[in-house]
């Protein structure tokens, strides 16, 4: 299997990784490729864009909110933002709660 350089797992791999651990089944992709994927980029082996990853330097972060799912995909744009900018936060997203980091993060620079 591919793997990206031994950076650390980005916002979004690290909730992938919490709501993994919540899962009482597989979760399946519809659609897409069945089999192996890379486990940087999630595509199929012989289409990996790992080593074609940019890092974009910028002054902005991005706080992504997830609906309870879409970490499990594996293309979402939430992702390839985590994946190129490197100040990024991921929360899972709920009508009726917000996580406490969520706001400590929404409240950092005020």
């Known amino acids: 299997m ?11 791999s690290r909730l992938r990784s919490t709501r ?11 659609g897409g490729p069945k089999g ?22 910028t002054r902005a972060g991005m706080c992504l909110l997830m609906a309870d799912i879409e970490p499990l ?12 900018v490197a100040d990024t936060f991921a929360f899972g997203w709920a009508r009726t709660e917000v996580a406490p980091e969520q706001r400590s993060v929404l409240l950092q620079n005020k």
């Open 2 to 12: 591919h793997v990206m350089s031994q950076a650390p797992p980005h916002a979004v």
């Open 20 to 30: 993994l651990a919540r899962s009482v089944k597989p979760f399946l992709a519809r």
């Open 36 to 57: 192996e994927r890379c486990a940087g980029c999630r595509l199929v082996p012989s289409h990996c864009i790992c080593a074609l990853r940019p890092n974009v330097p």
């Open 73 to 84: 995909k594996p293309s979402n744009t939430g992702w390839l933002i985590a994946d190129v």
